[in-house]
């Protein structure tokens, strides 16, 4: 299965401010997918990067608030922008599908807070 | 859209008792997959069960994908202290997106 890179782990940011995550992936991949984990609480996706085109966004996140890039097959990142309290969560992008014996793959996930 | 529910959504058990979990879809799946999340880290694959009624075993652990690929269940059976953590289910639709269930938090007490 892939092994995820995921960068920076944890980060305290001011409200208003961008923190972009970082996820780098020891193979090539067609899909990565981005999910927000809200304390004590489930996975939610919040889009789907796929290489060469734009991000496909979920009910309720919108790319204004969270751009994604996807530059090459291994590579993307997520921005949070204008960031408020509420923004504070685990971040965790992931790799996998249907074809995979191995399931969903995800990173080690980026723990923000906003204050 | 597509919700996937899962009961209890904690359990607190003595080391040694069983436990299950119960995941329901309100969409029939293509398969569903099991991972576990220790406190502090990520999610990690257990398993994926693709036909209906499929029953698959990892030593403790049991699953089940119901007849109509709506539900599915994961039995441990004689807990122990590293079981800790929570068990999401998640469906792989036709979509190609894995939509986690609520989850279910299970304490072990030595």
């Known amino acids: 299965s892939a092994v995820i890179s995921q960068k920076p782990s944890r980060d305290i940011c001011q409200r208003g401010t961008s923190l972009t995550i970082q996820c780098q992936v020891d193979s090539q991949v067609t899909m990565m997918f981005w999910y927000r984990q809200q304390p004590g609480q489930s996975l939610t996706l919040i889009a789907t990067a796929n290489q060469g085109s734009e991000a496909t966004y979920e009910s309720g996140f919108v790319i204004d608030k969270f751009p994604i890039s996807r530059p090459n097959l291994t590579f993307s990142t997520l921005t949070v922008s204008n960031m408020s309290p509420e923004d504070s969560s685990i971040y965790l992008c992931?790799?996998?599908?249907?074809?995979?014996?191995?399931?969903?793959?995800f990173g080690s996930g980026t723990r923000l807070t906003v204050v | 859209g597509q919700q996937v529910m899962q009961i209890p959504q904690y359990q607190h058990v003595q080391e040694g008792e069983d436990f299950t979990t119960y995941c329901n879809s309100s969409?029939?799946?293509?398969?569903i997959q099991w991972y576990k999340q220790r406190p502090g880290g990520h999610p990690v694959f257990l398993i994926q069960l693709v036909k209906s009624g499929e029953v698959k075993k990892q030593k403790r652990l049991t699953f089940q994908f119901g007849e109509a690929k709506k539900n599915s269940s994961l039995h441990i059976t004689a807990t122990q202290t590293t079981d800790v953590g929570t068990y999401f289910c998640?469906?792989?639709?036709?979509?190609?997106?894995?939509?986690f269930g609520t989850g279910t938090l299970l304490a072990v007490q030595p």
């Open positions: 992931s790799v996998g599908g249907q074809a995979s014996n191995y399931g969903y793959t």
């Open positions: 969409t029939t799946l293509s398969n």
């Open positions: 998640a469906g792989d639709g036709a979509t190609n997106k894995l939509i």
